[in-house]
């Protein structure tokens, strides 16, 4: 689409409520998208490439988007590349890591009593939840999502996502007692 | 509230504050590569401009092999030396990005050669490319790829391969044989590959890495 007919056409989506998705802000939500990648896959390479392919697809033809904000749009198209991604993997030999090779950071203006360790621990913990569950804490915790924007990028209802959720975040806890005790 | 429920939102609160207060650190190649991906994602030139940023490049160039030609060198059409030069040039256009289905290659094609992908095995990135008529029918096409503060280029040039100086050193690995030698401040190894010149030029250390680079076959991706 050229820059002209691109114009017009973000003009028409304007007037129904709808705006272009800006290309330009997108590599903003890269760290985000990465720890999201990161807790759907538990592979630093997988999700390297997932976010990639994400921003490929994204990228590869203008985005018109109604309600969503930019992350919670990525987000979604995250979650459908990781779905299709698994789908392709599960017709082909798994590539195993055998060195992870993963910084883990806390950041400026986080808890002070938070560490490093407990955070890479929440994530291995993230990794043994069931799928709903799992995708529920990334698009809330991981991602910052509102409840809202989450249900949308998963399609349920905001209350399914208020519940699974709060279990996410118990079998969490619980997963972390269980390793400190 | 009781003494359980003000436990458990504890617990929640704990878990939401770890998660959203750290996590791995984002590779800094992937923001290479998203940031390749969005200058990909930009809108190109009207059909109209792109045919006039053609026409004046193909004028330049058939201007700069007229001076070749004047000036003594092979007479005839493009030379190696021509070709080579390209690698001096700035890029016009955003890094080719990795295909990740074939982890050596970039989704980059050009005569029937795909540029291979340098990062994970010798931290050669990409950064950029460039396309010029050579003259005589000729196109040649450029992937520029960078190492510190090392740049080269790889060119392929369309049509039958260009016959290299007769004082070039030849080198033959796994098969490919390979032509090496110097041009000013520039090393420059050529070979053939899918029936047309491939040129890799630049100022390195050595041009050993050259050669390294050429004749690597990622795993058999890229055929002699």
Known sequence: ?181 | MSLEAQLRSDRQQRIQGLLAGGGPATPPRLHARIAALQRESRPRPSPARRIAVVAAAALAAFAAVLVLTIGGSTPGGPTLASAAQLSARQPTGPSPVHDLRRPSLLRERFEGVTYPYWYEQFNWFTAGERTDDLGGGRTAHTVFYRHTHHRIGYTVVSGKPLIPPRSAERRVVDGLEMRGYRDGDRDVVTFVRNGHTCVLAGMVHSRGTLYKLAAWTGGGALRP
């Open chain 1, 1 to 181: 689409m050229g820059g002209a007919s691109r114009q017009v056409e973000a003009r028409r989506f304007a007037r129904r409520g709808g705006r272009l998705l800006e290309a330009e802000r997108l590599p903003d939500h890269g760290d985000r998208l990465f720890r999201a990648a990161y807790a759907l896959c538990g592979s630093r390479h997988d999700a390297e490439d997932l976010v990639q392919e994400t921003y490929a697809r994204v990228l590869r033809r203008p985005r018109f988007i109604r309600r969503d904000g930019d992350l919670a749009y990525l987000l979604r198209a995250l979650r459908n590349t990781w779905i299709a991604m698994r789908r392709s993997e599960d017709a082909r030999a798994r590539t195993v890591e055998l060195r992870e090779e993963v910084d883990w950071i806390v950041d400026h203006g986080a808890d002070p009593g938070i560490t490093a360790l407990e955070v890479s621990a929440a994530y291995a913990a993230i990794r043994e939840l069931s799928d709903p569950l799992r995708e529920t804490i990334v698009a809330v915790d991981v991602a910052g999502l509102s409840y809202r924007e989450a249900a949308r990028a998963l399609r349920v209802r905001e209350g399914t996502i208020m519940s699974r959720l709060y279990r996410a975040r118990e079998r969490v806890a619980e997963q972390l007692e269980g390793a400190a005790a």
